[in-house]
């Protein structure tokens, strides 16, 4: 049975609940740190909503698509290629993406995320798997401009607004074969599902935990696939994962 969570600001405050239907639960803590339900509801509408978790990083995958890889003219990797976002990158539902002065050339990349319900480190593939507490909508949002003539990715992936998420984590879905659309104002753009996958959620979070402690809360995105395409001020990005929901974000200039 699947169960929707999502975190929320209200008064400045930042809290997590359990959405029902058109209410939300509010609950002690985070869910996966323990968190109970208060018995306090409040109307889902016109809430607030921040990304699902509060993450002490983003680690993304490229090139996990195989039809992206051949968009990007990249070889199919033999093992995870990781970069990771800083987490003063994260967006949440409705918060604009700012397009930054720096770049021409910004791209929408839709994805699966997985929440991470666990330290996690040098985990082999069932312990990694039964730490994905949870999965959500992400746009991996790309200065393709930047990235193009750069070797590595952190300035292209990492400017503030760049890692949207949301717009809550689902529990009990399965994340092998699930339909990733993205569209841009109405017109889907990208089209894919996660069963395409070079490398699955659980092989992702084991490799990754060998290299770096996974902490309660963060999140890894597994990759886009094909059809990434430009961002411009004015558009609205929705990324829909099936299963989970819609994450929309409108697109604006850096001030």
Not at 3 to 31: H, I, K, M
């Amino acid at each position: 049975m699947t169960a929707r969570y999502c975190r929320f600001q209200v008064e400045g405050r930042a809290s997590y609940g359990r959405v029902d239907g058109n209410e939300v639960v509010v609950l002690t803590a985070a869910p996966w740190a323990g968190g109970k339900e208060t018995g306090l509801r409040r109307s889902l509408q016109g809430l607030t909503l921040l990304t699902p978790s509060d993450a002490s990083k983003v680690v993304c995958i490229g090139q996990n698509y195989r039809k992206h890889a051949e968009e990007m003219g990249k070889p199919i990797p033999t093992e995870p290629l990781l970069f990771t976002k800083p987490s003063t990158a994260l967006n949440g539902p409705g918060a604009p993406i700012r397009i930054p002065k720096a770049s021409q050339e910004v791209h929408h990349e839709a994805e699966l995320a997985l929440v991470i319900g666990e330290r996690l480190k040098n985990a082999d593939e069932a312990t990694a798997a039964r730490a994905i507490w949870g999965l959500t909508a992400f746009n991996d949002v790309t200065a393709r401009d930047i990235q193009r003539k750069e070797i590595q990715h952190t300035r292209a992936k990492g400017y503030d607004t760049f890692a949207c998420a949301g717009p809550w984590a689902v529990t009990g879905l399965s994340p092998a074969d699930l339909r990733v659309v993205c569209r841009v104002n109405g017109q889907v753009r990208q089209d894919g599902r996660t069963s395409d996958m070079v490398f699955s959620p659980a092989r992702l979070v084991s490799f990754i935990s060998h290299i770096m402690t996974l902490l309660p809360g963060d999140l890894v995105s597994t990759g886009t696939p094909s059809g990434v395409g430009v961002l411009v001020a004015g558009d609205t990005v929705e990324v829909e994962l099936e299963g989970i929901g819609t994450l929309v974000n409108p697109v604006e200039m850096e001030p």
